[in-house]
């Protein structure tokens, strides 16, 4: 099939765009957009012809489910079955915006959208075309990253073709999403909240407007205990990977550098790549030595980390060394990510 690119970055004929975008996931389709997190690929949730056909484009495992995206906090009412309390507040303090909630699902959510479990997951983006979209569209959109499964989530439209191209009905370009990392799960249909996959709402965000919250143990630790499994599917499965062998070097950075360059000198004849930041990069030697932002501003890592990854892929990086981040707050998220793109490949210095 041939994918149609829609131009939407200058904010023209954007009435247009969105109406034919909505003509397709009404009939049936495909089609990318972005949202403030990464690109989504979208379909209509509650079409159980239509969501075989995501899962098919991005190769996807059928057992991981996909989140409905709703435009107004009233079109939940149909796809879940109840709305505990803490959803409210939590849907008041974030939505619209990087936040899914996992609900007991109603009856018209197909299993195929759920990946056979009871319940949905389901999330209000703030980004402008992916509300109006959704809302064109008049029904619950499913959508995952709009990356082959296993790649780095999408941050452009490039992205997004480069693994989709041929696969799709559509691609909304909506130029460069503002965060970067996909929403934070937060799973509301036990007793205590418990965070599935963490993202730019952090524990203590959540915290602060609920109370008590949890993280799932299996993504507590950021390197895997193979005894616990992740409630979120999705968790489990490698992730984000580059083509290339990464190892994430954590430390004070004088010492990574010092570590990874030397690193560097005994991988002659390969092509060798650094994950820096602003304040690391003119020190290394490698072939490719990309900063992925200022270690004084974790919001620039999170945004430009999986393009980041990518770029290590477009110019054939085949052995990758990163710096680690601080783990609190974002830099959580940031390296839960990063410990899967590296497949937990992690050197203490
Ligand atoms: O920011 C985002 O959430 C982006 C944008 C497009 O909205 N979407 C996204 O979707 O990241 P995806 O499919 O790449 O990741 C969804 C994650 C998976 O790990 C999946 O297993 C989990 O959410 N999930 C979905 N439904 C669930 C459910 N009912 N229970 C537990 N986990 C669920
Ligand atoms: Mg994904």
Same mark, same amino acid.
Do not use: C
């Given at each position: ?12 004929d954007?009435k ?8 397709i &996931?009404?009939t049936g389709?495909?089609?990318? %957009? ?9 379909a209509?949730?509650l079409?159980e012809?239509a969501v075989?056909?995501i899962?098919?484009?991005k ?8 989140i409905?995206? &709703?435009?107004? %906090?009233?079109?939940i ?6 709305i505990?309390?803490v ?28 990946? $056979?479990?009871?319940s ?8 402008? !075309? ?6 064109t569209?008049?029904?619950?959109v ?7 499964? $296993?790649r780095?989530s999408? =941050? ?11 696969? #799709?009905d559509?691609? &909304?370009?909506?130029g ?8 934070? !799960?937060?799973d509301? =249909?036990?007793?205590?909240?418990? @965070?599935l996959r963490?993202?730019? @709402?952090?524990?203590e ?6 109370g008590r919250?949890k993280?799932?143990d299996?993504?507590?630790n ?12 999705g968790?489990?499965?490698r ?6 062998k990464m =190892?994430?070097?954590? $430390?004070?950075p004088?010492?990574?550098?010092? @570590? #990874?360059n ?6 002659e004849?390969?092509? +060798? ?10 020190y ?5 030595? @990309?900063?992925v932002g ?6 620039? !890592? ?5 393009? +980041? ?6 110019m $054939?990086?085949? !052995?990758?060394?990163?710096e ?22 992690i050197?203490?210095?």
């Open positions: 099939m041939k994918t149609e690119y829609v131009d939407l970055r200058d904010g023209k954007v247009e765009g969105l109406y034919k975008a909505a003509e &996931i009404k389709g495909l089609v990318a %957009f972005p949202t403030e997190t990464v690109y989504g690929l979208g209509n949730g079409d012809n075989p056909k899962y098919e484009a190769g996807r495992p059928s057992d991981n489910p996909l409905l995206h &709703i435009s107004e %906090f009233d079109e009412e149909n796809i879940v079955k109840e505990p309390d959803a409210f507040v939590l849907a008041d303090e974030f939505w619209p915006g990087p936040l899914t909630m996992v609900f007991k699902k109603s009856d018209i959510v197909p299993y195929r959208t759920t990946g $056979g479990l009871e949905v997951a389901v999330r209000m983006p703030s980004n402008k !075309i992916a509300r109006e979209l959704i809302k569209a008049g029904v619950p499913a959508a995952p990253s709009a990356n082959s499964s $296993g780095p999408p =941050t452009k439209a490039d992205h997004v073709l480069s693994d989709l191209d041929g696969k #799709i559509m691609v &909304i370009d909506g460069t999403v503002d965060i970067g990392l996909e929403s934070t !799960i937060v509301v =249909t036990g007793e205590v909240p418990v @965070i963490p993202g730019f @709402i952090t524990e965000m959540l915290s602060e407007a609920i919250v993280t799932d299996a993504v507590k950021l390197s895997p205990d193979k005894d616990l499994k992740p409630k979120a599917p968790m489990k499965y992730h984000y990977a580059p083509q290339g =190892t994430i070097y954590k $430390g004070k004088e010492k990574v550098v010092k @570590i #990874i030397e690193e560097t000198a005994k991988s004849g390969k092509k +060798t790549a650094v994950l820096a930041t602003d304040e690391t990069k003119r290394y030697k490698a072939d490719i030595v @990309i900063s200022s270690r004084e501003d974790s919001e620039s !890592i999170a945004h430009n980390l999986f393009d +980041t990854l990518r770029s290590f892929d477009d $054939g990086a085949e !052995i990758i060394f990163s680690g981040f601080d783990e609190s707050r974002l830099g959580f998220a940031i390296m839960n990510r990063l410990h899967k793109s590296a497949g937990y490949n050197v203490n210095v």
